[in-house]
């Protein structure tokens, strides 16, 4: 039998694959606009440090302070909130690496909410206890700190 023979209700994808088709679009957007926000903001924060700091350019000394371990980077969500604010270099690096973080976790969120939309008890669990358990290593790794 050849697609143009075959019954229309043959031609018509099931109400369920467009759902998961979806589902699928909207995760691969999440990860996309993750990974493209972060990246734009570590760049525009690695060119406000260097225009408000030249001389990261011509002193290595300069620049030794600025990358060495232990540099002056914001370490919570508030010291980046308001180095952003400020319009610090770092705190722009500082989000897009949080901003990176954050993107796979989002991911799992969004997941969550579709397993549960799809009516998948067992998937919606799996994927819950994965969103939990990532939520509480953040909670203990802050604890830890």
Known sequence: MTESTRAPEALTPPVHDERVRRAELMISTVLRVGVLASLVAIVVGTVVSFVRHPDYFTSTTALARLT???AAFPRSVGEVLRGVQALRGQAFVSLGLLLLILTPVVRVAVSVV???????????????????ILLLSFVLGKAAA
């Open 68 to 70: 060495h371990p232990g």
């Open 114 to 132: 579709f397993f549960i939309l799809q009516k998948d008890r067992l998937y919606t669990l799996i994927t819950a206890t994965v969103l939990a």
